[in-house]
Every structure is written in C-alpha cells, then in structure tokens.
C-alpha cells in the first residue's frame, strides 16, 4: 500500500489480508490504480473491516474486496486455487 500511496507502483495490485491500516493509519488507495483486496471473515491478526474501510478509498470502479471464509493465513483459497484465479482475474481486468 504504501508503494501504492507514494506512486512507486502503479499497476494492478493484489492485496492479501492487508493490514496497512493496522500498521500505518490512515492508509488510502490512489485513483485510477486497480486494486483487489482478498480478506478472510475469520482473520483473527488483522480486522476485516479495515480492508472494507480501504476498499472504500481509491477509485471504486478500479477497487474490488473479496471476503472469503477464511483465516489470516487464506489457506482455504491457496489450496483451492481461487489464488491463481484472482492473479489472473486482475491481470485481465487492468
């Protein structure tokens, strides 16, 4: 994020649990950069509202939250390939 925020990077982002608000508030995306951030409901380290909260920043029809029924660690998704899938999707969708 914070690559994001200071124009070091610009190009399609997958963020996995994020805790950016968790360690930096307040964190923002910027307009017109695609974002997708990937949050499991049962993340116990990190909020899932403070990935809604940043979703609700940068460009809305650049940013996508997908919460998933998960931990911190996303090991559901890794293993049942919607990784590989979001990877693609954003490549795609840029």
């Given at each position: 994020?914070?690559?994001?925020?200071?124009?070091?990077?610009?190009?399609?982002?997958?963020?996995?649990?994020?805790?950016?608000?968790?360690?930096?508030?307040?964190?923002?995306?910027?307009e017109d950069v695609t974002v997708w951030l990937v949050h499991g409901t049962g993340d116990?380290?990190?909020?899932?509202?403070?990935?809604?909260?940043?979703?609700?920043?940068?460009?809305?029809?650049?940013?996508?939250?997908?919460?998933?029924?998960?931990?911190?660690?996303?090991?559901?998704?890794?293993?049942?390939?919607?990784?590989?899938?979001?990877?693609?999707?954003?490549?795609?969708?840029?």
């Amino acid at each position: 994020v914070t690559l994001l925020e200071r124009g070091v990077w610009s190009g399609p982002t997958l963020l996995l649990a994020q805790g950016a608000l968790y360690l930096r508030p307040p964190a923002e995306l910027p307009e017109d950069v695609t974002v997708w951030l990937v949050h499991g409901t049962g993340d116990e380290l990190i909020p899932d509202d403070h990935s809604r909260q940043l979703a609700a920043t940068g460009s809305p029809d650049r940013v996508r939250l997908v919460e998933v029924d998960d931990d911190h660690s996303l090991h559901a998704v890794v293993t049942d390939g919607r990784l590989f899938e979001w990877v693609r999707g954003i490549y795609e969708a840029d």
